[in-house]
């Protein structure tokens, strides 16, 4: 239980949403369905610090997590995603980083770099202790400020931060390992769209920090920022010569208002639409973090939802954690058109792309956004 705000050490904070018995990964998958049952559990316990209104996992126990190959987050089979990391990949080279330094700290599976060197980036080196493969410029171990002969012209932080207990002290630590140099890219999501969309399942236990803009621009005297992926995301560049404390910052009235009460009516209604659909095949599509704690929520026995589709040819054949429902391949869909079909996206940029997929099953199809509550989409 964390005693203080992980980012400013205040020690007042304001309840906001709590969740029981969540997978302590959403990324980690399992061979065999009893392993994924029985996958250890953790609690949510959101709370908004009331001197810098950070929001963080007053729960969470980093000593629990340990990110190794069995983690897979890889997004890049799908092709609206690796058009989104071209972009990232094009605003990199705008800003003049391509011939350059670069470090991706938390680099995964290292998707980012090699879409980086495809690009004629000639100088990247990356951490990850779940990286796959013998790059002997990605170290297969977490970054722990380890300082290089020259500092890093940029250094790349992507999905990373919030997952880290204390992502301050990890910024100092970056920041000092690079001498104070060079400019800092950070990408993580939303806290304000996931309001919005009174998203309850993407809040889960590897996220313990939910930024906003604000926050993040706190702690920088230079810095910009702007939404991204749909808005789902907030890329942000940080001058690391100008990393600073969090201050005091006044509370957005509405943000995070009756967090709870909200999530929880979503919660019930999305058990009605499913109670409503349960004469189909139901199909979650996306075995990671929003689909799994969909279903760890909405049907945490495996008594509705059918089965999962993921193209991740690694999560193919496996078992999401908490629920063991099984993950197919889209291919192997046709195997259930003889029943009346409802797909559930679970994340609605990659629905054009599903619905050329499976056009030819005819299903009816929801996302989890707010959207699904207002009607469906055909495919």
């Known amino acids: ?16 949403y709590t969740a029981e018995e ?5 990324n980690v998958v399992f061979a065999d369905r009893d392993d994924a049952k029985n996958t250890k559990r953790a609690r949510i316990d959101l709370q908004e ?27 890049g089979h799908s092709r609206y995603f690796g058009t989104y990391l071209d972009a990232v990949v094009a605003e990199l080279q705008a800003k003049g980083f391509q011939n350059k330094r670069v470090i991706e700290i938390g680099c995964g599976k290292g998707a980012f770099i090699s879409k980086l060197r495809q690009a004629g980036f000639t100088n990247t080196k990356g951490y990850d202790p779940a990286f796959e493969g013998n790059d002997p410029d990605i170290i297969c171990d977490y970054y722990k400020g380890q300082s290089a002969d020259e500092p890093a012209d940029l250094i790349v932080l992507r999905h990373v931060l919030e997952h880290v207990a204390k992502p301050f002290d990890f910024l100092k630590t970056i920041a000092q390992a690079n001498r104070s140099l060079g400019t800092i890219y950070i990408e993580v999501p939303d806290f304000q769209w996931i309001v919005r969309e009174n998203a309850f399942w993407d809040i889960y236990n590897e996220h313990c920090n939910y930024f906003t803009s604000q926050t993040l621009s706190s702690l920088f005297a230079l810095s910009e920022c702007h939404p991204s992926f749909e808005d789902q995301y907030l890329s942000f560049f940080g001058d690391l010569s100008s990393l600073r ?22 919660i019930h209604r999305w058990k009605a639409i499913l109670e409503n659909h349960k004469h ?9 973090s929003k689909g799994v704690i969909f279903a760890n929520l909405i049907d945490p026995h495996a008594e509705i939802v059918r089965v999962f ?38 994340n609605k940029n990659y629905l054009d792309e599903i619905k050329q997929e499976v056009k030819e099953l005819k299903p009816q199809i929801l996302t989890l956004s707010m959207g699904g509550f207002q009607g469906v989409a055909l495919a």
Request: net charge negative; charged share 20%.
């Open 309 to 346: 589709v993921d193209i991740n040819p690694k999560k193919q054949g496996m078992y999401i954690g908490g629920t063991g429902h099984k993950i197919i391949s889209p291919v192997q869909l046709k195997e259930f058109r003889d029943s009346p079909m409802t797909i559930i996206v679970a």
């Open 245 to 266: 404390p969090p201050g005091p910052r006044l509370p957005v009235k509405g943000e995070t208002e009756e967090a709870d009460k909200v999530c929880a009516e979503h």
């Open 280 to 288: 189909h095949c139901i199909v979650v599509w996306g075995a990671a």
């Open 49 to 75: 610090c009331q001197n810098c209104q950070f929001v963080f996992n007053a729960a969470f126990d980093e000593s629990q997590m340990n990110y190794d190959g069995r983690y897979q987050n890889e997004q």
């Open 1 to 16: 239980m964390q005693r203080q705000c992980p980012l400013c050490r205040h020690s007042e904070w304001t309840a906001l």
């Open 22 to 26: 969540l997978p302590l990964f959403q």
